[in-house]
């Protein structure tokens, strides 16, 4: 079946303007996740999202980052007026609980000039 | 403050010898860990996962031991072969104490090469 599909899988934007991400879950999975990784780093959780309970935000760097899950399956996570520091690939991962493995979509790469 | 700590960035081995990947923990409240596999321009997949009630867990040619009282973990791939060169992720969780498994907690990763 199909996995986690990320949207777009680059991005290129100039310092100061706003990005949004598009993630894909697979179908039926209720638990959404999303994580980044800087270079030279390991996955940072930021947001996560269990059915239509609140999302759990603790892991946002800033306000400037929000993520929205829309019908209890596409998310989007929107950065607003980027930093370069912003730079980094963004992953989703998709799990059908909140116990489960977690599957990850291939991350979109963002580079901030 | 790294709470999971890989701290080899990368590890070379010859097919058909172990490969040995090493993982430390601070968070006292971990209580199952995972090891992740990623190859460029995919994200990371699951490999193999432990609970803290275990020592080790084997799956084929992959094993994952557990020392509670060090707070550190391995993976062991025997025999290594070159597909396996990809990098590797440790990651943790608390599932008893969070009342839900929620996030994972990764470590910054150790790039295996296997050279044939």
């Known amino acids: 079946g199909a996995g986690v599909s990320q949207s777009p899988s680059n991005k290129v934007t100039e310092k100061g303007k706003d990005v949004e991400l598009r993630c894909d879950p697979i179908?039926?999975?209720?638990?959404l996740y999303w994580y980044r990784q800087s270079l030279g780093q390991g996955l940072e959780f930021l947001i996560y999202?269990?059915?239509?309970?609140?999302?759990?935000k603790s892991g946002l760097p800033s306000d400037r980052f929000s993520a929205e899950r829309t019908g209890g399956s596409v998310s989007t996570l929107t950065i607003q007026r980027t930093q370069q520091e912003d730079s980094a690939v963004y992953l989703c991962a998709s799990s059908p609980t909140v116990k489960s493995e977690q599957y990850f979509g291939p991350g979109t790469r963002l580079t901030v000039t | 403050d790294q709470q999971v700590k890989q701290n080899s960035p990368s590890l070379s081995v010859q097919e058909g010898r172990i490969s040995i990947l090493n993982c430390d923990y601070t968070n006292s409240m971990f209580d199952y860990f995972l090891w992740y596999k990623k190859y460029p321009a995919e994200g990371p997949t699951f490999l193999i996962s432990i609970s803290s009630i275990k020592d080790k867990n084997e799956d084929g040619r992959f094993t994952v031991f557990l020392n509670k009282s060090a707070k550190h973990l391995s993976l062991h791939i025997v025999p290594s072969q070159p597909g396996d060169s990809a990098v590797y992720f440790c990651a943790a969780k608390a599932v008893i104490s969070s009342g839900s498994a929620r996030q994972l907690t990764f470590g910054s990763g150790t790039q295996l090469t296997v050279l044939p």
């Open positions: 179908s039926g999975h209720t638990a």
């Open positions: 999202f269990q059915g239509n309970s609140a999302p759990d």
